[in-house]
């Protein structure tokens, strides 16, 4: 008798959560990530503080902990496996075309945070996010190459892939997500490959 009740407190805890998600995105997109109070989260998505402060820290925490849950679930579906020899799927599809699926399906988030009226910190968050999933890609597939040039090329492929979504986004998605992912995989993934033998450490680390 007990897992029904476990079951209903789940999707209250869910519902929950999404409501303070929500409310944040309407905020930011009103009045910027900065100037956001936790009794504004509160009061928009008509909670206590009190609860609130049962589920998060704070606002960075409540940001953080909503973006890493859809990150996670994006990898846990979408990128369990690449060939190797293309650092594609097994069906062909670039990796970064889940980011653009992504992006378009939570378009008005990452409107918000990417905008002039998101916060930097919030940038340099999401793109060690991105770094540390592309990190571990490569790491299954290039071995030999040192921490540290692996870390260079994580830190770009992931610069350059939330430049590339930024750029889509402000301009209304002009390509669909297929052709994007292929943009972004022929501008970059196809030429590391290139590359990759030849890279030396960035600081003279040697270590693997």
């Known amino acids: 008798m007990s897992e029904p009740k476990k079951q209903k407190?789940?999707?209250?805890?869910?519902?929950?959560?999404?409501?303070?998600?929500?409310?944040?995105?309407?905020?930011?997109?009103?009045?910027?990530?900065?100037?956001?109070?936790?009794?504004?989260?509160?009061?928009?998505?008509?909670?206590?503080?009190?609860?609130f402060y049962l589920h998060y820290q704070d606002k960075d925490h409540l940001l953080m902990s909503s973006l890493e849950e859809m990150f996670d679930d994006l990898v846990n579906q979408r990128l369990q496996s690449l060939d190797p020899t293309t650092l594609m799927q097994g069906d062909g599809?670039?990796?970064?075309?889940?980011?653009?699926?992504?992006?378009?399906?939570?378009?008005?988030?990452?409107?918000?945070?990417?905008?002039?009226?998101?916060?930097?910190?919030?940038?340099?968050?999401?793109?060690?996010?991105?770094?540390?999933i592309t990190r571990r890609q490569?790491?299954?597939?290039?071995?030999?190459?040192?921490?540290?040039?692996?870390?260079?090329?994580?830190?770009?492929?992931a610069g350059s892939l939330l430049n590339m979504l930024l750029w889509w986004l402000e301009n209304e998605m002009p390509h669909p997500p297929e052709e994007m992912a292929q943009r972004y995989h022929l501008l970059t993934v196809n030429g590391l490959r290139g590359l990759l033998p030849s890279l030396v450490p960035l600081d003279g680390d040697t270590s693997d």
């Open 9 to 51: 407190v789940d999707r209250r805890v869910r519902r929950t959560h999404r409501m303070l998600r929500e409310a944040l995105l309407e905020l930011i997109l009103e009045k910027g990530y900065d100037n956001i109070s936790i009794n504004d989260i509160t009061t928009r998505a008509d909670l206590s503080r009190a609860t």
């Open 138 to 157: 490569l790491m299954n597939y290039f071995t030999h190459i040192p921490a540290s040039t692996l870390e260079f090329i994580a830190q770009y492929m």
């Open 93 to 132: 599809t670039p990796p970064s075309l889940y980011a653009f699926y992504h992006a378009a399906e939570y378009k008005d988030l990452y409107r918000a945070l990417l905008s002039e009226r998101g916060v930097a910190s919030v940038l340099h968050r999401i793109r060690r996010y991105m770094a540390q």
